[in-house]
T-cell receptor, first 114, second 112 residues
Framework: GENVEQHPSTLSVQEGDSAVIKCTYSDSASNYFPWYKQELGKRPQLIIDIRSNVGEKKDQRIAVTLNKTAKHFSLHITETQPEDSAVYFCAAISNSNSGYALNFGKGTSLLVTP | KAGVTQTPRYLIKTRGQQVTLSCSPISGHRSVSWYQQTPGQGLQFLFEYFSETQRNKGNFPGRFSGRQFSNSRSEMNVSTLELGDSALYLC???????????FGPGTRLLVL
């Protein structure tokens, strides 16, 4: 099955700095890569996603890049704010004979200090 | 549209008991997936249902089962509960297979 590795597990940045979270995947057939943000005690919320037919996607301060050859994708948050503090999960969808499965990385705990 | 809802939100059970959790997807969504979230293992895929059929299953023992009804609502059942089953159980709905998933608030299960 798909294996998604996520780094770093914790990240601390100062307000206004950029934050980068990286993920690698193993299944070359994976074609959909969402990112979720989970604040303490809340549900994971989709913040951005990318499909394998594009290399980069941006939404205001958030961007995701995808390198299919290297099988890795990254989340970039610019001008970080304290409310960006949360756990971020990357995921990759795999499609096998038995169906689809969304496989998650273990998460990155981001702390933005004022 | 109303989001994904899950009931109950909190549950305390003892070892050996069984539990049934419920998930109502976003209106119009036909796929429901279930995940187990624990601090040590992160989010782990349990299974996915589409059109009342289980389409895929993760690496969990047979004590974990589920079903989906004709209105796309889904239930998951855990029998013979173990201490290690304590976790947050999340369901997510999507319009179809392999599409963007939206999570419910989860059911926090504590097994004593």
């Amino acid at each position: 099955g798909e294996n998604v590795e996520q780094h770093p597990s914790t990240l601390s940045v100062q307000e206004g700095d950029s934050a980068v979270i990286k993920c690698t995947y193993s299944d070359s057939a994976s074609n959909y890569f969402p990112w979720y943000k989970q604040e303490l005690g809340k549900r994971p919320q989709l913040i951005i996603d990318i499909r394998s037919n594009v290399g980069e996607k941006k939404d205001q301060r958030i961007a995701v890049t995808l390198n299919k050859t290297a099988k890795h994708f990254s989340l970039h948050i610019t001008e970080t704010q304290p409310e960006d503090s949360a756990v971020y999960f990357c995921a990759a969808i795999s499609n096998s004979n038995s169906g689809y499965a969304l496989n998650f990385g273990k998460g990155t705990s981001l702390l933005v200090t004022p | 549209k109303a989001g994904v809802t899950q009931t109950p939100r909190y549950l305390i059970k003892t070892r050996g008991q069984q539990v049934t959790l419920s998930c109502s997807p976003i209106s119009g969504h036909r796929s429901v997936s279930w995940y187990q979230q624990t601090p040590g293992q992160g989010l782990q895929f349990l299974f996915e249902y589409f059109s009342e059929t289980q389409r895929n299953k993760g690496n969990f023992p047979g004590r974990f089962s589920g079903r989906q009804f004709s209105n796309s609502r889904s239930e998951m059942n855990v029998s013979t509960l173990e201490l290690g089953d304590s976790a947050l159980y999340l369901c997510a709905s999507s319009p179809g297979l392999g599409e963007t998933q939206y999570f419910g608030p989860g059911t926090r299960l504590l097994v004593l």
